[in-house]
């Protein structure tokens, strides 16, 4: 028998929300929560490829609610905020119902719609409302087991009236288990009002028992602080419940202050107790746990990163998988290879992550005049450095780098390193074009001995790498390695094409062609320069909401026009539009990009790569009438400087990319898997974890 049955799902902005019923060992009858999945983490529920693990906020409802009067009221801010973070909501009932065995009364303060988030010890509730049980240990192990939702306690807990009791009563009781804790008017002292009194008596058999599970009792007895960091509280001075002394916060807050934990108490002026309440506010409470669940995974991995000892191979050559392309448009091979150890000013990594790039494939279809065979591809990872060479002195053995195809040598020799006006670094670029390190040899070896080429001085599509120092951006250990991979290519060159090469203004008119992993960090860079109109093109209209939720305000299905595109956009815009940006690699696409940008002004940046031998063309009247055509490699970011400030603003929520990561695969062998996925044209990027 399944565990669970799905009885509903409905598509919300780019995620999906589920109700879910199960039998429940702890309340003895069926039970049904809410469960919203962020679109990264959708395949964990309907049987596609599951990502380990994705954080959760537990919502538990007020009195005579059910699981689905959030989602109903407030859902939609909040799961389009719990999008964004990249977190799952689960909407846990408020009581047992559905069977004739569990009592209740006429009371809409007790029984049905009013557990209390306690285990009743007393008849006729002992039997069917152990809600404490519910929501601390059985739905966490359900969703765990089943979703791989909230493991390793990526989780935590926040509510309203009731719920904001349980929430906060739960996180007191068990610290360990939640990462953090929030409550809309919350029941801070039941022991003290109405509503606990009633239901302590009736569940518990008496008042005094009910202190176990009242907040301001809860902290009033603590030696110190809880452990979090703080407790994030919003109420409203208007709710008609404060004057009925039903909530009693103050108590609350007196009790933090003698325990010294922390407390945010916002009393918003004119709030009442209703959802209109917690809808006006919801988003803050998603986006306080969401920071904080993002930090808690990166502490988490970055303690397994940390575990890893390479005392054992230092200075030795390690042999390890790797997917090795033997010639243009053939699978690649799962192969054991030898890797070297560093030269001098070179560092060995172990690859962590690694998202396939389109530029990739486009060596392995061939397409490529430098490309070449026997070689390692791969060029957008996330690794940790184990053992440097001679000289190297800006990185060392455990830190977390990102291997830069554009490397940054940083010398006061090097004109491009020293001018503004570039970021394309000719130090190792005669050598990485031949697939060989700068000292004229490979690090790389097949089973037989023989060589294999380096490709793009990265060569990431295998377990263990040797890079160039000049080559490694060295980042935060802060956010995870299969995010972090994202900034070694397509989504720093899509942005930088935007700030760098482009340098948008606040009001500015962009048109972006192609609404791959570029295109739309196009768009994303262009709504954070304040571009106040967006259009984004391509010929596949299941792109356009991607490109919709991430700033594009217009968008053209090219493939439907009866004139070219670039004449339907200079319709749309009168004169054209300031920016365009190719992101196609289609020559073709590149003149119409050009030819829709402003008269007199319009800029037209190319960021695809187009085919070996073919060329660009337009009129040079064109060019006359005040076009610009430029072009853009890594959006001009000089990387080692540059790609740990995009790290860092990632960290910080202000660039988020997990939008991008549309599929994930464990093992480098699963790598033909996301070329695969790549072809199949509804993939961003996808990552392999090794």
Same mark, same amino acid.
């Given at each position: 028998?399944?565990?669970?049955?799905?009885?509903?799902?409905?598509?919300?902005?780019?995620?999906?929300? +589920?109700?879910?019923?199960?039998?429940?060992?702890?309340?003895?009858?069926?039970?049904?929560?809410?469960?919203?999945?962020?679109?990264?983490?959708?395949?964990?529920?309907?049987?596609?490829?599951?990502?380990?693990?994705?954080?959760?906020?537990?919502?538990?409802?007020?009195?005579?609610?059910?699981?689905?009067?959030?989602?109903?009221?407030?859902?939609?801010?909040?799961?389009?905020?719990?999008?964004?973070?990249?977190?799952?909501?689960?909407?846990?009932?408020?009581?047992?119902?559905?069977?004739?065995?569990?009592?209740?009364?006429?009371?809409?303060?007790?029984?049905?719609?009013?557990?209390?988030?306690?285990?009743?010890?007393?008849?006729?509730?002992?039997?069917?409302?152990?809600?404490?049980? +519910?929501?601390?240990?059985?739905?966490?192990?359900?969703?765990?087991?089943?979703?791989?939702?909230?493991?390793?306690?990526?989780?935590?807990?926040?509510?309203?009236?009731?719920?904001?009791?349980?929430?906060?009563?739960?996180?007191?009781?068990?610290?360990?288990?939640?990462?953090?804790?929030?409550?809309?008017?919350?029941?801070?002292?039941?022991?003290?009002?109405?509503?606990?009194?009633?239901?302590?008596?009736?569940? #518990?058999?008496?008042?005094?028992?009910?202190?176990? %599970?009242?907040?301001?009792?809860?902290?009033? %007895?603590?030696?110190?602080?809880?452990?979090?960091?703080?407790?994030?509280?919003?109420?409203?001075?208007?709710?008609?419940?404060?004057?009925?002394?039903?909530?009693?916060?103050?108590?609350?807050?007196?009790?933090?202050? *003698?325990?010294?934990?922390?407390?945010?108490?916002?009393?918003?002026?004119?709030?009442?107790?209703?959802?209109?309440?917690?809808?006006?506010?919801?988003?803050?409470?998603?986006?306080?746990?969401?920071?904080?669940?993002?930090?808690?995974?990166?502490?988490?991995?970055?303690?397994?990163?940390?575990?890893?000892?390479?005392?054992?191979?230092?200075?030795?050559?390690?042999?390890?998988?790797?997917?090795?392309?033997?010639?243009?448009?053939?699978?690649?091979?799962?192969?054991?290879?030898?890797?070297?150890?560093?030269?001098?000013?070179?560092?060995?990594?172990?690859?962590?992550?690694?998202?396939?790039?389109?530029?990739?494939?486009?060596?392995?279809?061939?397409?490529?005049?430098?490309?070449?065979?026997?070689?390692?591809?791969?060029?957008?990872?996330?690794?940790?450095?184990?053992?440097?060479?001679?000289?190297?002195?800006?990185?060392?053995?455990?830190?977390?780098?990102?291997?830069? +195809?554009?490397?940054?040598?940083?010398?006061?020799?090097?004109?491009?390193?020293?001018?503004?006006?570039?970021?394309?670094?000719? =130090?190792?670029?005669?050598?990485?074009?031949?697939?060989?390190?700068?000292?004229?040899?490979?690090?790389?070896?097949?089973?037989?001995?023989?060589?294999?080429?380096?490709?793009?001085?990265?060569?990431?599509?295998?377990? +263990?790498?040797? #890079?160039?120092?000049?080559?490694?951006?060295?980042?935060?250990?802060? #956010?995870?390695?299969?995010?972090?991979?994202?900034?070694?290519?397509?989504?720093?060159?899509? #942005?930088?094409?935007?700030?760098?090469?482009?340098?948008?203004?606040?009001?500015?008119?962009?048109?972006?062609?192609?609404?791959?992993?570029?295109?739309?960090?196009?768009?994303?860079?262009?709504?954070?320069?304040?571009?106040?109109?967006?259009?984004?093109?391509?010929?596949?209209?299941?792109?356009?909401?991607?490109?919709?939720?991430?700033?594009?305000?217009?968008?053209?299905?090219?493939?439907?026009?009866?004139?070219?595109?670039?004449?339907?956009?200079?319709?749309?815009?009168?004169?054209?539009?300031?920016?365009?940006?190719?992101?196609?690699?289609?020559?073709?696409?590149?003149?119409?990009?050009?030819?829709?940008?402003?008269?007199?002004?319009?800029?037209?940046?190319?960021?695809?790569?187009?085919?070996?031998?073919?060329?660009?063309?337009?009129?040079?009247? =064109?060019?006359?009438?005040?076009?610009?055509?430029?072009?853009?490699?890594?959006?001009?970011?000089?990387?080692?400087?540059?790609?740990?400030?995009?790290?860092?603003?990632?960290?910080?929520?202000?660039?988020?990319?997990?939008?991008?990561?549309? %599929?994930?695969?464990?093992?480098? =062998?699963?790598?033909?898997?996301?070329?695969?996925?790549?072809?199949?044209? *509804?993939?961003?990027?996808?990552?392999?974890?090794?």
């Amino acid at each position: 028998m399944p565990a669970y049955t799905i009885i509903s799902h409905n598509r919300v902005g780019a995620g999906t929300y +589920y109700r879910i019923s199960h039998q429940s060992s702890s309340t003895k009858t069926p039970m049904t929560f809410g469960l919203f999945v962020p679109s990264r983490f959708v395949g964990n529920v309907e049987g596609g490829e599951r990502i380990e693990s994705v954080p959760v906020l537990y919502w538990l409802s007020g009195l005579t609610c059910d699981d689905t009067n959030f989602a109903q009221k407030a859902g939609g801010k909040a799961f389009m905020a719990a999008e964004k973070e990249g977190i799952a909501i689960a909407m846990p009932d408020t009581s047992p119902r559905g069977d004739p065995s569990i009592p209740n009364v006429d009371s809409y303060d007790l029984g049905i719609g009013a557990g209390f988030y306690v285990n009743a010890t007393k008849e006729p509730y002992s039997t069917h409302y152990h809600m404490y049980s +519910y929501v601390t240990e059985e739905l966490p192990s359900l969703l765990e087991s089943e979703f791989f939702i909230g493991k390793g306690f990526l989780r935590s807990i926040s509510g309203h009236s009731m719920g904001g009791h349980g929430a906060i009563t739960i996180a007191l009781k068990n610290p360990s288990s939640w990462v953090s804790v929030s409550a809309f008017s919350p029941i801070c002292n039941p022991t003290e009002c109405p509503w606990g009194d009633k239901a302590f008596k009736a569940y #518990l058999g008496s008042v005094e028992a009910g202190k176990a %599970h009242d907040a301001a009792c809860l902290l009033a %007895h603590m030696d110190g602080p809880t452990g979090f960091d703080d407790i994030l509280i919003d109420q409203g001075n208007s709710d008609e419940f404060l004057d009925k002394k039903q909530l009693l916060p103050e108590r609350l807050a007196e009790a933090a202050k *003698k325990s010294g934990q922390n407390v945010t108490l916002n009393m918003r002026d004119g709030f009442d107790h209703s959802y209109y309440f917690i809808s006006s506010f919801i988003e803050n409470h998603v986006a306080f746990h969401g920071r904080r669940l993002r930090k808690r995974q990166s502490e988490m991995l970055v303690l397994a990163s940390s575990s890893y000892d390479f005392s054992a191979t230092t200075g030795k050559s390690i042999q390890c998988n790797a997917m090795v392309a033997r010639g243009p448009k053939q699978p690649l091979t799962l192969e054991t290879i030898t890797v070297d150890p560093p030269k001098a000013g070179e560092v060995r990594v172990k690859v962590m992550a690694n998202a396939l790039c389109h530029t990739d494939v486009y060596t392995l279809d061939g397409h490529d005049p430098e490309g070449l065979f026997p070689c390692i591809l791969g060029h957008e990872a996330g690794c940790i450095v184990e053992s440097v060479g001679t000289g190297v002195l800006s990185v060392k053995p455990g830190d977390h780098v990102i291997p830069c +195809y554009t490397p940054q040598c940083a010398l006061p020799s090097c004109i491009f390193c020293q001018s503004p006006k570039t970021n394309l670094c000719p =130090q190792i670029r005669g050598t990485q074009g031949q697939g060989i390190m700068p000292d004229g040899s490979v690090r790389f070896h097949d089973k037989d001995g023989k060589p294999i080429y380096h490709f793009m001085g990265c060569s990431t599509m295998a377990e +263990y790498t040797v #890079l160039a120092e000049i080559s490694c951006a060295k980042i935060s250990k802060e #956010l995870p390695l299969e995010k972090a991979c994202l900034f070694g290519c397509g989504v720093s060159t899509g #942005l930088g094409a935007v700030w760098n090469t482009c340098k948008v203004e606040t009001g500015s008119s962009v048109a972006v062609f192609g609404l791959g992993a570029v295109g739309l960090a196009v768009i994303q860079g262009a709504k954070m320069a304040g571009a106040s109109r967006i259009i984004a093109v391509d010929i596949n209209p299941e792109k356009f909401p991607s490109a919709v939720e991430l700033g594009a305000t217009d968008v053209v299905d090219s493939s439907t026009l009866d004139k070219p595109v670039q004449a339907h956009i200079v319709e749309m815009t009168k004169w054209g539009v300031d920016y365009t940006f190719d992101c196609t690699g289609n020559v073709s696409v590149m003149r119409a990009a050009l030819e829709c940008a402003h008269r007199g002004w319009g800029t037209s940046c190319v960021i695809g790569v187009a085919a070996s031998g073919h060329e660009i063309s337009t009129r040079p009247f =064109q060019l006359v009438t005040g076009r610009t055509w430029k072009g853009t490699a890594f959006g001009g970011f000089k990387s080692r400087r540059d790609v740990p400030q995009l790290v860092q603003k990632c960290i910080d929520g202000i660039l988020p990319v997990d939008h991008f990561i549309t %599929h994930t695969y464990d093992g480098v =062998q699963h790598t033909n898997d996301a070329i695969d996925a790549l072809h199949g044209g *509804k993939c961003l990027r996808a990552v392999v974890r090794y």
